[in-house]
């Protein structure tokens, strides 16, 4: 991963207390629904601020040391309960009584990828769907991200490990696009975050696929791969997030300004792509062509002239590639000039990257504790 978007994790959701606004027949159910409310203001924690030393959060966690793990396993610890209970909720069906508790709990989450708005100056704007799927939906998301994240903070050390964690991330969104998230598409609403929609979270599962992807683009460089191979895996990156561009299109229509987003996946896409023409000329001149070498360096820099990073650490990074590119453009035109004399040809007549994909989703695994739920029906 070249740059990095941190867009995805810093979702806000307000108290929920189920033993509040679900009534239990027996105790063993009221105590579960107060774990529950526990096991989430867990999560509700995790974009607050903390007073919590390192050492009680290190013993709380059983002895995590990292805050990502340490949030991850908050996160993974809820889930299993609140899957039961929607399991139980699913058996009542369509209570009137029922519809009303869960109405009662307010499930209300903020959304990092919307615009913030200047008419919610005492804090970010907050979505309400009346529905546990939402709930569902929005702490799957929560648990990508923190996937994504701890991917990045074990990059430096374990290439392996940290396209493994985003694999697993991109089955967690697989899983909210054909799962999840299809349960709230007939469920009204004045509107909802994008997190909510199928668009994006299944453009979120080919973003994770790319960024896994580039990781083992990575690990194939530090091995000494040659540069036909890295064209083709580096131009497989760029098919991902090609695939997610077209895949946010629905998604942009009903929020104009996502722009964060797809300006994050534009510019991975350009850069890697810049990446796989770079070594696409170097393998054309290991085999002598040293004129097409030539003529695919000038086609890609004219072309990347187009388009312009919005943050100013991607635009550095994104200028730095570039520059990479002309000194060995320089260099191939001054060998070509005083020792092939080679033609360089018409754009038309070069050749392109064959894009190679080499990885795959994790599949999710959605956990359930099986204990009895009754409620004064």
Same mark, same amino acid.
Request: proline share 4%; aromatic share 8%.
């Given at each position: 991963?070249?740059?990095?978007?941190?867009?995805?994790?810093?979702?806000?959701?307000?108290?929920?207390?189920? &033993?509040?606004?679900? %009534?239990?027949?027996?105790?063993?159910?009221?105590?579960?629904?107060?774990?529950?409310?526990?096991?989430?203001?867990?999560?509700?924690?995790?974009?607050?601020?903390?007073?919590?030393?390192?050492?009680?959060?290190?013993?709380?966690?059983?002895? %995590?040391? !990292?805050?990502?793990?340490?949030?991850?396993?908050?996160?993974? /610890?809820?889930?299993?309960?609140?899957?039961?209970?929607?399991?139980?909720?699913?058996?009542?069906?369509?209570?009137?009584?029922?519809?009303?508790?869960?109405?009662?709990?307010?499930?209300?989450? !903020? +959304?990092?990828?919307?615009?913030? +708005?200047?008419?919610?100056?005492?804090?970010?704007?907050?979505?309400?769907?009346?529905?546990?799927?939402?709930? %569902?939906?929005?702490?799957?998301?929560?648990?990508?991200?923190?996937?994504?994240? /701890?991917?990045?903070?074990?990059?430096?050390?374990?290439?392996?490990?940290?396209?493994?964690?985003?694999?697993?991330?991109? $089955?967690?969104?697989?899983?909210?696009?054909? =799962?999840?998230?299809?349960?709230?598409?007939?469920?009204?609403?004045?509107?909802?975050?994008?997190?909510?929609?199928?668009? =994006? +979270?299944?453009?979120?599962?080919?973003?994770?696929?790319?960024?896994?992807?580039?990781?083992?683009?990575?690990?194939?460089?530090?091995?000494?791969?040659?540069?036909?191979?890295?064209?083709?895996?580096?131009? $497989?990156?760029?098919?991902?997030?090609?695939?997610?561009?077209?895949?946010?299109?629905?998604?942009?229509?009903?929020?104009?300004?996502? !722009?964060?987003?797809?300006?994050?996946?534009?510019?991975?896409?350009?850069?890697?792509?810049?990446?796989?023409?770079?070594?696409?000329?170097?393998?054309?001149?290991? &085999?002598?062509?040293?004129?097409?070498?030539?003529?695919?360096?000038?086609?890609?820099?004219?072309?990347?002239?187009?388009?312009?990073?919005?943050? &100013?650490?991607?635009?550095? =990074?994104?200028?730095?590639?570039?520059?990479?590119?002309?000194?060995?453009?320089?260099?191939?035109?001054?060998?070509? &000039?005083?020792?092939?004399?080679?033609?360089?040809?018409?754009?038309?007549? %070069?050749?392109?990257? /064959? $894009?190679?994909?080499?990885?795959?989703?994790?599949?999710?695994?959605?956990?359930?504790?099986?204990?009895?739920?009754?409620?004064?029906?």
């Amino acid at each position: 991963m070249m740059i990095n978007f941190q867009g995805f994790s810093k979702q806000k959701s307000p108290q929920v207390l189920f &033993e509040n606004a679900l %009534l239990a027949s027996d105790p063993g159910t009221l105590e579960q629904l107060k774990e529950l409310s526990s096991r989430r203001r867990a999560i509700e924690s995790i974009n607050q601020n903390s007073f919590v030393t390192e050492a009680i959060a290190r013993e709380m966690s059983g002895g %995590l040391t !990292s805050r990502c793990e340490q949030n991850i396993q908050k996160v993974e /610890q809820y889930l299993p309960l609140l899957g039961n209970l929607i399991h139980h909720v699913d058996l009542v069906g369509d209570d009137p009584k029922m519809a009303r508790w869960i109405s009662d709990l307010k499930i209300r989450w !903020s +959304s990092s990828l919307a615009p913030s +708005s200047f008419f919610h100056l005492s804090g970010p704007k907050l979505y309400q769907m009346d529905n546990l799927n939402f709930e %569902l939906g929005m702490t799957l998301f929560v648990l990508g991200a923190l996937l994504r994240d /701890q991917a990045l903070e074990v990059l430096s050390t374990d290439l392996v490990q940290s396209a493994t964690i985003l694999r697993k991330a991109a $089955g967690i969104y697989q899983h909210l696009a054909q =799962v999840v998230l299809p349960c709230l598409q007939h469920e009204w609403t004045p509107e909802r975050p994008p997190e909510a929609l199928i668009s =994006v +979270s299944a453009a979120t599962t080919l973003v994770c696929l790319a960024e896994a992807q580039a990781v083992t683009v990575k690990k194939a460089e530090q091995k000494g791969n040659t540069g036909g191979l890295l064209a083709k895996l580096h131009y $497989g990156v760029c098919e991902f997030l090609n695939e997610a561009i077209h895949t946010l299109n629905s998604a942009t229509k009903q929020y104009k300004d996502i !722009s964060s987003l797809t300006d994050y996946i534009t510019t991975c896409k350009m850069l890697h792509e810049l990446l796989s023409y770079k070594y696409l000329a170097e393998s054309l001149k290991t &085999e002598g062509q040293i004129g097409f070498a030539t003529g695919v360096l000038c086609h890609v820099i004219q072309s990347s002239e187009k388009h312009t990073p919005r943050e &100013e650490s991607w635009r550095l =990074v994104y200028k730095q590639v570039i520059d990479d590119l002309n000194v060995l453009l320089r260099k191939y035109e001054h060998e070509n &000039e005083f020792v092939w004399h080679e033609k360089i040809p018409m754009q038309d007549e %070069l050749p392109v990257p /064959q $894009g190679v994909k080499i990885v795959s989703f994790i599949p999710y695994q959605p956990q359930r504790w099986e204990r009895t739920l009754v409620f004064k029906m």
